[in-house]
């Protein structure tokens, strides 16, 4: 008994320790500035989303909060950098459907369940149908046409194998049965530029990503891939009512930090993001490039990730997708 007693009083003491010592790290968190790590180049949605968070955690976190482009392997340079960092809050990620996705497409360096510790995710929003201005279409079933006209002619730019921009492109050319070339880059900003600079004919990328381009004039918008019209292009059809029936692809964006990080830490920051995407300020920010806040806490964002990851496994096997 006296053992049984003493190995008891034991584990108090452990679980003690452990409890004070969370309370100390929560207590005097943030102790340094914040790096949030970007896993892909300036430009794309994921740069978009997280400069805007870590904007909104500078101010209410009271410590910098540094944004850390990583680009490279479709994400998964800097998913890998992050979770090597020291688990103590001061380094986080934001990931978005390409984390889902590359779980099908690469070996990874790291186990995208056991690696991470979910954080919060921050909002969705669909891809968009976007072309060269000069390219002599004004619709999806103009687009297709003119595939069908110039078999295994027309470009179209992705993000890189398996991303976003890739998956909801070989959807696309799937379902519309057309003979397309895609072209990968190193990114969706990278994308983006070379069909704004007319080198590449077209691309489906995220609304939030080409918003300010079609606005400007510089991207022409032919269909959305949301299950209903977008709010900010009233005008554009979804793709799948413009020809495609059964196309849809939405992207979603989230924070992850690395695994071990003290639960209280994680409480603080979900906390935080949830003040942010409470304001009204984020939330027409979202809403006037074409996405959406859509908050869940580590408890539910979890689980969402692993149904993302079982998802896209389906489409990447049925594409017979393989990374380069």
């Known amino acids: 008994m006296k053992k049984i007693a003493k190995s008891l009083f034991t584990i108090v003491l452990v679980f003690a320790a452990a409890v004070c010592s969370g309370m100390a790290a929560a207590q005097s968190y943030p102790s340094k500035p914040l790096r949030l790590i970007i896993p892909f180049p300036p430009g794309g949605s994921n740069d978009i989303v997280g ?20 680009g490279g392997a479709g994400g998964v340079i ?28 690469y070996k990874l360096p790291y186990d995208p369940i056991k690696a991470f510790t979910p954080v919060a995710k921050l909002g969705t929003g669909p891809n968009v149908l976007t072309v060269f ?11 297709i046409a003119l595939a069908k006209e110039k078999a295994g002619k027309l470009n179209f730019a992705a993000a890189g194998v398996g991303s976003f921009q890739h998956l909801g492109t070989e959807l696309f050319r799937m379902l519309a049965g057309i003979d397309i070339a895609i072209v990968q880059f190193k990114g969706g900003g990278p994308a983006m530029i070379d069909v704004i600079g007319g080198h590449t004919h077209a691309t489906l990328g995220s609304l939030i990503q080409f918003m300010p381009h079609i606005k400007s004039g510089k991207l022409k918008a032919l269909g959305t891939g949301g299950s209903k019209r977008s709010v900010v292009l009233p005008d554009v059809p979804t793709i799948a009512e413009a020809g495609v029936p059964g196309y849809e692809a939405n992207n979603w964006w989230g924070i992850l930090a690395p695994a071990g990080t003290p639960p209280s830490i994680v409480g603080r920051l979900h906390k935080e993001l949830s003040v942010i995407l409470s304001l009204a300020e984020i939330q027409k920010r979202f809403l006037d490039q074409g996405a959406e806040v859509d908050e869940m806490g580590p408890a539910e964002f979890g689980p969402f990730i692993a149904a993302e990851m079982a998802k896209w496994a389906r489409v990447v096997k049925e594409g017979n997708i393989k990374a380069e």
């Open 51 to 70: 400069r805007l968070i870590a904007t909104k955690l500078t101010e209410r976190l009271g410590k910098q909060v540094v944004a850390d482009n990583r």
């Open 78 to 105: 800097g998913t890998e950098i992050a979770a090597k960092s020291e688990p103590d809050g001061h380094t986080l990620l934001i990931v978005s459907s390409a984390y889902a996705i590359n779980t099908s497409l």
């Open 133 to 143: 201005p000069g390219l002599p279409v004004n619709s999806v079933k103009d687009l």
